[in-house]
């Protein structure tokens, strides 16, 4: 999809290449899209006016997420857009029904602390909806147009 909508896709794990060619790359790029985590950190390589995409787990982690990249991206002069995910581009749903605690009540699991919530939450798969998702790529792609 994003290749249709005039995106040329790398897809690439920072583990793959040595550090000075992974930061060359993503150097190259206008765009970074990933699920919450280190990985986004890459961020630091891209160019001013590139677009920083936040995948958002479900399980109400947006302030979490929201705290770690949204903050930053505008100051290192780039544009940050997320995506939180709905509950069935969840891999929670082949865990837990959906009578479960874990999906009905959330903030319950919070109060558990970090090690409860991240074991729930943090570590959960996403299939994404690429309809939904769509929009949120377009708005990343009109942006890196207006500033080339």
């Given at each position: 999809?994003?290749n249709d909508l005039g995106f040329e896709?790398?897809?690439?794990?920072?583990?793959?290449?040595?550090?000075d060619k992974f930061a060359q790359i993503?150097?190259?790029?206008?765009?970074?899209?990933?699920?919450?985590?280190?990985?986004?950190?890459?961020?630091?390589?891209?160019?001013?006016?590139?677009?920083?995409?936040?995948?958002?787990?479900?399980?109400?982690?947006?302030?979490?997420?929201?705290?770690?990249?949204?903050?930053?991206?505008?100051?290192?002069?780039?544009?940050?857009?997320?995506?939180?995910?709905?509950?069935?581009?969840?891999?929670?749903?082949s865990k837990y029904p959906r009578d479960?605690?874990?999906?009905?009540?959330?903030?319950?699991?919070?109060?558990?602390?970090?090690?409860?919530?991240?074991?729930?939450?943090?570590?959960?798969?996403?299939?994404?909806?690429?309809?939904?998702?769509?929009?949120?790529?377009?708005?990343?792609?009109?942006?890196?147009?207006?500033?080339?």
């Amino acid at each position: 999809m994003a290749n249709d909508l005039g995106f040329e896709v790398i897809v690439m794990d920072g583990g793959d290449v040595p550090l000075d060619k992974f930061a060359q790359i993503v150097n190259s790029c206008d765009l970074i899209v990933g699920v919450h985590g280190a990985g986004l950190s890459h961020m630091v390589f891209l160019p001013q006016n590139a677009v920083v995409i936040q995948i958002i787990p479900w399980g109400r982690l947006e302030g979490f997420c929201w705290c770690d990249y949204a903050f930053t991206v505008p100051k290192a002069k780039l544009k940050y857009l997320e995506y939180q995910i709905s509950l069935e581009e969840s891999t929670l749903l082949s865990k837990y029904p959906r009578d479960h605690p874990y999906i009905q009540d959330p903030f319950a699991v919070h109060v558990k602390g970090w090690f409860v919530l991240k074991d729930v939450y943090m570590d959960q798969d996403v299939t994404l909806d690429l309809e939904r998702f769509r929009g949120t790529l377009v708005e990343a792609y009109e942006h890196v147009n207006n500033y080339q």
